[in-house]
């Protein structure tokens, strides 16, 4: 992939995919190690501000240095924290969100989080494991910033000469999920509707959420992806995360019984293809998902349960497979 300007900060690596088109690329070092975009032009716009403050302080330096001022617009992906909790940094802009981000936001507490950053590794093996995915972040300041402008249909944005459409594929990833679509430079920042590593919590939502992947493959037929996680990518790599998603549906007809466990069920599901993906391990919540969803049980985010399963998948992935360590800084490779 060819870029223009790439400039790299403490926090952040900035790749311009089109002219004043910047992807903001974060290590890949796990949970909520987000990415997010700005395109200087026109007014100025920033799709998604990250976890905490200091890495959308950095962003908001960056558009500063770049463009002179702040953007008046920021566009947010979906309600996840680690894609909306920089927000109040950008307090000034026009933060536009899908309606749905204000219901399902209440699900995450900056709070709880800031304790398990600061506490987490006396925790049960839910609280530790998360505690080693977020080392590097501080939620210290962080609060929920409202919304100003809430959308539930596709919304044409313009910056200057440049039109931005921003699509609505909810729900998949989330109830709340907004393209950014450049139609012109065939460019789009996808949130967490792409990335390595998906989790998704029902067979309802794997759909509707290879329904997204279909229609970024076969309508939109982009050029420049910008995944929620991870490097920047093309359409390949969005192939690769239906086919992950396709494959585990498939694995787990293959391999499902009404007996066994889901980790069970999970330690049968060949996902030899994908172990390249970030925590391959995480397969056992899709499982789950599908396995209670086939029982008539509902799952619940039982982060403590969820972390000692997937420790034990881990330990069989790796030595079924020989899984190789992940390389956080392979999303800055180029
Ligand atoms: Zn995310």
Known sequence: MKYGRIITKERLKYYEVADNVFAAISPNRGLSW??????????????????????????????????????????????????????????DSVIIMHKNAVREHFSEDPKAWDSIIREGQNGGPGEQWIHNELKGFDLTGVRWQDPDILIEANTKIMLNDMEVDVISVAPSHSDSDLLLWLPKEKVVFCGDVVFGGAIAYSAKGIKLWTGALDFIINE???????????AICGLDFVKECKDYFET????????????????????????????????????????????????GVPTKPDWNYFAEEMAKLKEFQDQKYGVQSWDPMSSWAE
Request: proline share 4%.
């Open 220 to 230: 939109l037929k982009p050029e420049v992806v910008i995944p929620g996680h991870g």
């Open 248 to 295: 585990v549906m498939s694995e787990f007809e293959k391999h499902y019984d009404e007996e066994s466990s889901a980790l069970e069920i999970a330690k049968r599901c060949d996902i030899s293809r994908f172990l390249h993906l970030l925590e391959p391990y995480r397969l056992f919540i899709n499982i789950l998902a599908l396995t209670n969803d086939r029982r």
């Open 34 to 91: 987000a990415n997010a975009g700005f395109i200087n032009k026109g007014k100025g716009l920033v799709y998604d501000t990250f976890f905490d403050l200091p890495h959308a302080r950095e962003l908001k330096r960056f558009c500063v240095e770049m463009g002179g001022r702040a953007p008046t617009y920021v566009v947010c992906s979906h309600y996840n924290a680690d894609h909306t909790w920089g927000n109040q940094e950008f307090s």
